[in-house]
């Protein structure tokens, strides 16, 4: 699938070090430590909804990563995915009475749109579900002859579903507790409680077709994937066995990133999938995270409409770190709105070098993507008259994604 066009990015003098970021895995901020070429695939939109802050926060935070590796010299491979068939998307169009396809289409073009209004770095493979469903449904079919896959006992609708004690490792990437896995596999899109599994946790992997759905032919028979097994596929089939780093929001630490991983494990016989699994914060409206179950979005394309400049819906973003649960108010954004507006002052102005300010831009950066530190920085330059702007611009745009001129 197409993706978006890429913003300029400065090149700057100098280099980043090493960056060093939190993993999920072993709850400890490590470095990471990609090849000449980076690896990372972070998971893409169900696009029937695109692109609320929670989402555009999550995409700001690996684009920095992608941002800091390219600063230090490597090479980003970077794939996304889109998940343009699943339940959320039907169910969707089912009650606007539009055609899924439709649906899909129109909400990938305006995530398009908003990423590249809020300059973040294009993937270089964004891989619809749709477009990858014989890679994904070949995997199924190994699965099920490795003996890692069954099928459910279930005459009407034999689905197939992983089995989760074929991943020796199962739960080492979110090390949630039994009962916090089931609750959130029944909260998040799975079926515990469905009869003739073999373990409530296994998580399915082919869905035959139930009445009016839409479904693609294979050698399981007629039917579609799950969720999980559509990012192993992808990511695997372009980044090799393990990649440096899967990210998301938070709330795809467990089912969604645990299942990946163990799939991929199991397919490939290579462990870890991702030497790092990290993970962003959520947004929160009004006291109550952002989220479609709850209704309380805000949409990066309404700020847009509103005549919000992107620039401020970024710097608003990155005001708060990516593992700080925060809250989206208009006094953020009206904040955000005036510092900008100071940057951009200070980025003509002429005065001396302010070579130490790229240089605490990127120890801020390095650290976890350590972003408040960043800004703060960089408001004690915009307000030192004495200071050029010249070089700490063209850095806010590279590694901060910032434009300023
Ligand atoms: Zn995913």
Redesign the pocket.
């Known amino acids: 699938m197409q993706s978006w066009a890429s913003p300029h990015v400065p090149s700057l003098p100098g280099a980043s070090g090493p960056l060093w970021l939190h993993d999920t895995a072993t709850d400890m901020v490590r470095p990471t430590t990609p090849g000449p070429t980076a690896t990372i ?1 972070v ?2 939109i169900t696009p029937y909804d695109a692109t609320h802050l929670g989402h555009a926060a999550t995409y700001l935070a690996f684009d920095l990563v992608q941002r800091v590796w390219l600063d230090g010299g490597r090479a980003v491979h970077y794939v996304q ?1 889109i ?1 343009d068939i699943d339940d959320p998307l039907l169910q969707r169009a089912e009650r606007d009475g539009l055609d899924w396809r439709d649906l899909a289409a129109n909400q990938i073009q305006l995530f398009r749109e908003d990423m590249a209004a809020l300059r973040v770095l294009p993937p270089r493979d964004y891989i619809g579900a749709v477009e990858a469903m014989d890679e994904v449904s070949g995997a199924v079919a190994r699965l099920l002859e490795m003996g890692a896959a069954y099928r459910v006992e279930d005459a009407e609708h034999p689905d197939v579903y992983f089995d989760v004690a074929a991943a020796p490792k199962f739960g080492y990437e979110s090390r949630y507790d039994l009962a916090t896995m089931l609750a959130l596999a029944a909260e998040r899109g799975g079926d515990p409680d469905r009869p003739g599994k073999r373990n409530a946790l296994d998580p399915g992997l082919w869905r035959m077709p139930r009445e009016g759905e839409p479904f693609w032919d294979s050698t399981m028979g007629p039917g579609r994937p799950g ?2 097994i ?2 192993s596929v992808i990511a695997g089939n372009r980044l090799g066995p393990t990649i440096d780093l ?1 990210g ?1 929001g938070s709330d ?1 630490i467990f089912p ?2 645990e299942c ?1 991983a163990a799939h991929s494990e199991v397919l490939t016989g290579v462990v870890p999938f991702a030497r790092h699994y990290t993970h962003a914060a959520m947004i929160a409206l009004d006291g109550e995270k952002m989220s479609k179950s709850r209704g309380n979005l805000v949409f990066v394309s309404r700020l847009r409409a509103d005549g919000v400049d992107p620039m401020a819906i970024r710097l608003a973003l990155l005001s708060g770190h990516y593992r700080q649960d925060r809250a989206w108010t208009d006094q953020l954004l009206d904040q955000a709105t005036a510092r900008l507006a100071d940057w951009r002052r200070a980025a003509n102005r002429q005065g001396s070098d302010a070579a130490t300010v790229l240089h605490g831009l990127r120890s801020a950066l390095t650290d976890d993507l350590d972003t408040p530190a960043a800004i703060e920085l960089l408001d004690r330059w915009a307000a030192d008259d004495g200071l050029a702007g010249g070089v700490v611009a063209d850095a806010v745009d590279a590694l901060l994604g910032i434009a300023l001129h």
């Open positions: 695939y998971c893409g995915n998940t969720w999980h559509e990012c899967q998301g795809l969604h990133h990946s």
